[in-house]
């Protein structure tokens, strides 16, 4: 997909079979894409990705291409639609696997073999292919047939139970986290098969990654708080309001501001507020004297009437030049219009023939190569955009594929 | 590169070979990271490296206490860490040790496969190590604050000189640039600013109840071992190095990406969403018998929600003009978690769960840290193995995250690194410093398995 001239990207000579659906796959998938990447996305005919059919909708409108949800993971990548129920429909997935490096799937463990698609009937074409499958428990296990969802994986995966508030219930993390965790994931497991075989001359490989397990090991920081239990034989608990002194979120004057605090942390917080006698008091003097927990409700008198008489912005500047950790309680409106994330020009407009150029998240990461800027991603396709494109360049005739489309196979 | 395991010193005895024993037919072996990262994201993307073969030397100082890396201080005292909630920052039987800096429970689980080196990198000497061992590395991760880094004179254009080939990955919480650069945060702060919590917290309590966990560290994580193995093809394609600029934040912001659509479509801003989705009910958590016991149940379709009302002998509520298609169900979703609370509060969560899944509903026991180790399905897919510490004993460790079938069993093969734990390797067999040299960088205080008195 380069062209001479342009300066290359790290997967541009790279080709990916997208066999995902809804979140997880398409997210990792996506990733591929951003680093160049040419991701072919196999589509049911006529319904496509069940995404295309979520919410939210352009002026919240259904339509197979208005999902945001859609254009969103899918940015970067062709469409091609196929039925994978039908005999050719597979013959042009296997065809299609000849010419990639990668293949990503995210059917229900067992599915790719039914199809005759798995990953000993692939590598017998390609030996070389790195193939991925993303599914909610793993490929075997006595979870595998269990149904996943973001509510449930978060549960059992995620540290929910030290999510929240410890007199009221856990929760869960916003919108598709943990699912997107996971894709990210799987776009590390295929980058690093591919490492294996360009780099160290393996054959392809195959890898199993599952939701549960990728946030098990370490969404909020699992894995430590697992250690921690065997160290203490003390479970996690959902921390109170105010757990350290200074530390909580406080309300100002046009919202709330999270902010660290701890014996540690505090005499900054003192000297911000403009307190600084209080330092000279025995009290909070010394560390010892500022970890006494009375501490903690005495310096929320004295620090709530300082916030709530400002901004969120005018504490998190007064944070930044004492020294203080802290963020303001962002809506997603102040994260669009954040001067930061406006400097760096970080939100990217893309225009789609539904709605327009309107704003998407930026690229996770930044290349720095010389004299070139970061490229302009694609957005999302059709449904079925490149079938002919991609069915040509496989070297299908235009009666072919006529053919193929007659029979709803494409 | 591969680590020189052949060199000999000046008695013609060789030097000391890589204490972590990397297996040479791992995807990464023969792979030298520079190692500079704090606290979890750097250190969760580095620990992938490590496990997959890489050599991982983190440059640690024994002058300087990174907070909240090995712990929050150097030497806390007994009852501060026995007061510790953040089960994350425990130490072994609640006791500080005589180095606490090599107990912390996170450092531990992190850590493991990595060397560790001390260095003072504001002398000549040691900025010169820094340059050797720039010299012959592959690659160098950090997550600092971007000043905190330029400081210590570590800068691309320094080091891309020294070593035309290296890849490089920061990861500041918000860019090397923009009027945040100097902004000093971490993941709760960043996920606060990225709009995070105020979606996350509960519908009907005041946002000072916000949850402070933080799933961002682990995907910045995730995303720099990817943006390593992306910088070593874009190397192999051009023979040039790169610098990959990997912001926490701006890596997070995706994951928000539901959120940020709907606002660019619609105008919407969603806030306090709780346990609730976007649309579906039921969808949320239950309290189940047991102290601090809790269970998920959610139904995407109308099968589902039949099955729950058949498994809860409810079957009345099917047709209950309240509850009759999702969209009603959504709307008075208060009255039916009442009516499903009823049902969970005298069972155990993992009965429902399982017996939920059997019809095909989607549910999930909340599990703590015991019921995760002890977890049927995780023993069955080989999730754990033991890990011997020599100043935390012996405990359960994480194998990867995701399972290769060329490279059955990768995890640990050595505990985390203790302070300095290997100078003598590092120098030596890395740097190519003679035993002179060493016992030179010694003496002026270099190297060391303890933090400078002075410090708390």
């Known amino acids: ?410 | 590169m591969t680590a020189d395991n052949s060199s000999v010193n000046s008695l013609g005895a060789p030097n000391p070979g890589n204490p972590t024993k990397p297996d040479p037919d791992l995807p990464l072996a023969g792979m030298r990271i520079i190692d500079f990262t704090v606290v979890f994201a750097g250190p969760y993307g580095t620990m992938q490296l490590a496990d997959w073969g890489a050599e991982i030397i983190r440059v640690e100082s024994t002058t300087h206490f990174a907070s909240t890396t090995r712990g929050m201080l150097a030497r806390p005292a007994l009852a501060t860490v026995q007061a510790q909630t953040n089960m994350g920052m425990g130490m072994p039987d609640s006791e500080p040790g005589e180095r606490p800096w090599n107990r912390s429970a996170v450092f531990n689980a992190h850590g493991r496969n990595k060397l560790s080196m001390t260095v003072n990198l504001r002398t000549e000497e040691g900025q010169e190590a820094l340059e050797r061992l720039v010299a012959v590395s592959d690659a160098l991760v950090e997550n600092n604050l971007p000043q905190s880094m330029e400081r210590q004179g570590i800068t691309w254009e320094r080091l891309s000189e020294i070593n035309p080939k290296l890849i490089m990955i920061r990861m500041p919480a918000f860019g090397l640039d923009g009027p945040y650069k100097s902004y000093r945060s971490w993941g709760n702060h960043m996920e606060a600013i990225s709009g995070h919590p105020l979606i996350r917290t509960y519908p009907d309590l005041s946002p000072e109840y916000a949850p402070a966990g933080v799933p961002s560290d682990a995907a910045s994580g995730i995303g720099a071992t990817l943006a390593f193995l992306m910088g070593k093809r874009y190397l192999k394609r051009t023979g040039k190095g790169l610098l990959i600029e990997a912001p926490t934040a701006e890596n997070f912001v995706p994951l928000l990406g539901d959120f940020v659509m709907d606002y660019s479509m619609n105008g919407r801003v969603w806030t306090q969403m709780g346990n609730n989705h976007f649309y579906l009910a039921p969808h949320n958590v239950y309290r189940t018998q047991g102290e601090d016991q809790w269970v998920t149940i959610a139904c995407r379709n109308e099968e589902q929600w039949q099955a729950l009302c058949e498994r809860m002998r409810h079957p009345e509520l099917v047709n209950d003009p309240r509850f009759k298609d999702n969209e009603s169900r959504f709307e008075n979703r208060a009255e039916l978690d009442v009516i499903i609370s009823a049902w969970t509060a005298e069972k155990h969560a993992s009965w429902i769960m399982e017996q939920l899944q059997l019809v095909g509903v989607p549910s999930g026991a909340v599990i703590n840290e015991r019921d995760a180790t002890e977890d049927r399905h995780l023993e069955h897919r080989g999730f754990f193995t033991r890990v011997t510490h020599p100043e935390a004993g012996t405990h359960k460790a994480l194998m990867t995250p995701f399972k290769s079938m060329n490279n059955p069993g990768v995890g640990p093969r050595r505990h985390s690194p203790r302070l300095g734990e290997d100078n003598e390797y590092i120098y030596k067999s890395v740097l190519g410093y003679s035993d002179e040299e060493y016992a030179e960088f010694d003496k002026k205080g270099h190297i060391g398995m303890d933090y400078d008195p002075s410090i708390p």
């Open chain 1, 1 to 410: 997909m380069t062209t001479p001239g342009t300066p290359i990207m790290p997967l541009d000579d790279v080709r990916i079979i997208d066999l995902t659906h809804m979140t997880a796959g398409p997210f990792g998938t996506r990733i591929l894409g951003d680093y160049g990447g040419d991701v072919i996305k196999i589509e049911r005919p006529e319904t496509g990705d069940p995404t295309r059919s979520m919410p939210p909708f352009y002026k919240d409108v259904p339509g197979l291409e208005r999902s945001g949800l859609f254009m969103f993971l899918n940015t970067n990548k062709r469409s091609v639609t196929l039925d994978l129920k039908s005999e050719r429909g597979r013959e042009i997935v296997k065809e299609l696997v000849k010419g990639a490096q990668i293949v990503v799937e995210s059917f229900s463990p067992g599915t790719m073999e039914a199809l005759g698609l798995g990953y000993e009937d692939l590598k017998k074409i390609n030996p070389k292919l790195v193939m991925t499958s993303v599914s909610n428990y793993g490929q075997d296990g006595p979870y595998r047939d269990y149904i996943g969802i973001e509510l449930n994986l978060y549960a059992m995966g995620g540290s929910m139970i030290s999510s929240g508030d410890a007199d009221n219930e856990p929760l869960k993390t916003a919108g598709r986290m943990v699912s997107y965790h996971a894709g990210y994931a799987a776009a590390l497991a295929s980058a690093l098969g591919l490492f294996q075989v360009e780099f160290r001359d393996a054959d392809g490989d195959y890898m199993d990654v599952s939701v549960f397990e990728t946030a098990m090991h370490s969404i909020d920081m699992r894995l430590g708080r697992l250690m921690g239990y065997q160290y203490t034989g003390h479970l996690g608990t959902r921390p109170g309001r105010a757990v350290a002194v200074g530390g909580g979120v406080h309300p100002c004057s046009d919202g709330y501001f999270l902010m660290t605090g701890g014996p540690r942390f505090i005499p900054n917080i003192i000297r911000m507020i403009g307190m600084e006698e209080l330092l000279e008091t025995p009290e909070w003097g010394t560390a010892e004297g500022r970890a006494e927990p009375d501490r903690i409700d005495e310096f929320l008198a004295y620090i709530v009437p300082w916030t709530l008489e400002r901004s969120k912005e005018e504490v998190r500047a007064a944070c930044e030049e004492f020294a203080v950790l802290g963020g303001p309680l962002n809506t997603i409106e102040d994260l669009i219009n954040n001067p930061q994330f406006m400097a760096r020009n970080y939100f990217q407009e893309i225009d789609h023939p539904t709605t327009g150029p309107i704003k998407y998240p930026g690229y996770h990461h930044k290349l720095h190569r010389e004299g070139a800027e970061m490229p302009k991603r694609r957005r999302a396709p059709l449904l079925g955009e490149h079938t002919g494109e991609v069915l040509t360049e496989l070297g299908l005739s235009a009666e072919d594929i006529a053919g193929l489309r007659a029979d709803g196979v494409v």
